[in-house]
């Protein structure tokens, strides 16, 4: 079985909006596109880049796919190192409102419910997926317990408003801590997996 790895830049108070640039998402009235860009630093910009070459495809949702396929295929020659993994892997989008064909390449647009055509690509016998931004459908995955591990780069910055990674459900959802670094902007670079029921107190 393959993993569902979910890969966000994050503030301190939760918020996940418009982390690359200005203009990314002003829904909502969000005044503070492009936060995250001032904490990247060599640690973090090398994880960016291995967590892309290592993943066997991406689940992204609608928004999110629609800001990369605008950028990646036509991205410059020097940042083809992320631009080729991004172009060429699979690539699977949760959308109500896309329909086939997708015009980025090796774009699917996943059929039905969202949750089970997620839970049958993790049944296939291929390399990790990762979700990169793409909150709705993050938020969608962790409520039916589809994410094996989240990645987590949190900035020192509150945001004071804006998109959240986590719903307000009421649901306990324990979580262990796999790996954590410190970077040297402040951020910290958390990896967590769904906490074992005996680990749970």
Excluded at 75 to 100: H, R
Excluded at 172 to 178: G, H, Q
């Amino acid at each position: 079985m393959r993993r569902v790895i979910v890969n966000e830049w994050m503030s301190l108070d939760g918020v996940v909006q418009a982390p690359g640039a200005p203009d990314e998402d002003r829904s909502g009235g969000f005044e503070h596109g492009g936060w995250h860009q001032r904490y990247f630093d060599d640690l973090s910009r090398r994880q960016a880049l291995e967590t892309i070459i290592e993943a066997g495809g991406f689940l992204l949702g609608r928004r999110t796919y629609e800001v990369f396929a605008a950028y990646w295929p036509n991205a410059p020659e020097e940042e083809q190192v992320i631009a080729e993994p991004l172009n060429t892997k699979p690539k699977y989008v949760a959308s109500t409102t896309l329909s086939e064909p997708l015009e980025w390449q090796n774009s699917t647009l996943l059929e039905g419910d969202v949750a089970a055509a997620v839970a049958a690509l993790k049944r296939e016998d291929s390399d990790d997926l990762h979700v990169i931004g793409s909150t709705k459908l993050v938020q969608a995955l962790i409520e039916h317990d589809l994410v094996d591990e989240l990645r987590v780069m949190i900035d020192p910055v509150v945001l004071g408003g804006g998109k959240r990674l986590f719903s307000d459900d009421g649901a306990l959802r324990p979580l262990s801590l796999v790996d954590s670094q410190v970077t040297t902007t402040g951020a910290i670079m958390a990896s967590y997996a769904p906490a074992h029921a005996d680990l749970v107190p």
